[in-house]
């Protein structure tokens, strides 16, 4: 069965500062794996996807994510977090098969100014 | 840009009602979703939905769930009689298809069982 992990469940950073968001994974053949961010009352928002290919992929609001197969992780960085990053962030995985997303018990991210 | 949407956006009720929760998915998509998150805790996966019926169910999904696609745009999750622990955001996610693995997230639905 696949399962998401993720070890750090609040993160204090301050703004301008480099944030690195741990995600370890574990499902028997390649994964597909999301990053969600949730805002306070808000729905689930899709940051980037990893499917195959580039190891390292881009996506919105300035976020990246490395893929590491020997690791089985997926963490999410930002060189420079910005106040309105304070938010809740999971990591997701989903099999071959496409259906449901398994995801991890979620990071909170604090923001000092 | 499509998007999902869900309504209501809160729905407070008595312990032992009936909920139905409504959900629009994006028009062209095939595979639709329910998941749940109490609050605190992580994003649960509940049922998967295609072609008129369902295609997957976690433990959670149990007889009191049910869900329906009533016409070509809703899709439902039926609670027959809630329980305080069934207080919970409720999102809906809908996929294109084959090939394509993103699910796409309404706001949610927040119900408060009292």
């Known amino acids: 069965a696949q399962s998401v992990t993720q070890p750090d469940i609040h993160i204090t950073v301050s703004e301008g500062a480099s944030l690195e968001l741990r995600c370890n994974y574990s499902?028997?053949?390649?994964?597909?794996l999301f990053w969600y961010v949730q805002s306070p009352g808000q729905g689930l928002q899709l940051l980037l996807k990893?499917?195959?290919?580039?190891?390292l992929v881009q996506g919105i609001k300035g976020f990246e994510a490395e893929f590491k197969r020997s690791q089985s992780s997926f963490n999410l960085r930002k060189p420079s977090v910005h106040w309105s990053d304070a938010a809740e962030y999971f990591c997701a995985v989903v099999g071959a098969a496409g259906n449901k997303l398994t995801f991890g018990g979620g990071t909170r991210v604090l923001v000092k100014p | 840009e499509p998007e999902v949407t869900q309504t209501p956006s809160h729905q407070v009720t008595q312990m032992g009602q009936e909920v139905i929760l409504r959900c629009v998915p994006i028009s062209n998509h095939l595979y639709f979703y329910w998941y749940r998150q109490i609050l605190g805790q992580k994003v649960e996966f509940l049922v998967s939905?295609?072609?008129?019926?369902?295609?997957?169910k976690s433990e959670i999904f149990d007889d009191q769930f049910s869900v329906e696609r009533p016409d070509g745009s809703n899709f439902t999750l039926k609670i027959r009689s809630t329980k305080l622990e069934d207080s919970a955001m409720y999102f809906c996610?809908?996929?294109?298809?084959?090939?394509?693995?993103?699910?796409?997230f309404g706001p949610g639905t927040r119900l408060t069982v009292l």
């Open positions: 996610a809908s996929r294109r298809g084959l090939g394509y693995n993103e699910q796409f």
């Open positions: 499902y028997g053949a390649t994964p597909y």
């Open positions: 939905f295609y072609n008129n019926e369902i295609s997957e």
């Open positions: 990893y499917f195959s290919g580039d190891t």
